[in-house]
């Protein structure tokens, strides 16, 4: 049986997100890992609304807060240790990760 452990990161600080990324790229040929990506998402941009006051009856704002969010999906197939050891690191507070693991068997197999 083989897993695939899907990384997605995001953060708004892209720099931070492109050098994490890097070294994770680099660290899985380094142990020879099967790679899928990066793949980029187009940047999401999100708006907050800040209110002036917390009394629910006023209407007054500031203007909204708007920041850009990026993220990258990478697939590791196999390697369980170097996936395991990946999405243990300490990131930066910006940076946040996510990982998912799919575990896919073999065809003609039994249950």
């Given at each position: 049986?083989?897993?695939?452990?899907?990384?997605?990161?995001?953060?708004?600080?892209?720099?931070?997100?492109?050098?994490?990324?890097?070294?994770?790229?680099?660290?899985?040929?380094?142990?020879?890992?099967?790679?899928?990506?990066?793949?980029?998402?187009?940047?999401?941009?999100?708006?907050?609304?800040?209110h002036?006051?917390?009394?629910?009856?006023?209407?007054?704002?500031?203007?909204?807060?708007?920041?850009?969010?990026?993220?990258?999906?990478?697939?590791?197939?196999?390697?369980?240790?170097?996936?395991?050891?990946?999405?243990?690191?300490?990131?930066?507070?910006?940076?946040?990760i996510?990982?998912?693991?799919?575990?896919?068997?073999?065809t003609?197999?039994?249950?």
């Open positions: 049986m083989t897993f695939v452990t899907r990384l997605t990161l995001q953060s708004g600080d892209r720099a931070a997100l492109d050098g994490i990324v890097d070294d994770i790229k680099s660290t899985a040929e380094r142990k020879g890992a099967a790679l899928k990506g990066p793949h980029s998402h187009p940047p999401e941009k999100l708006s907050v609304p800040q002036s006051r917390l009394h629910a009856d006023d209407d007054r704002q500031f203007s909204s807060w708007t920041y850009t969010v990026f993220t990258r999906e990478l697939e590791i197939h196999g390697h369980d240790n170097l996936a395991r050891n990946i999405a243990e690191q300490n990131f930066p507070d910006s940076v946040h996510e990982a998912e693991v799919e575990q896919i068997r073999g003609g197999r039994g249950n």
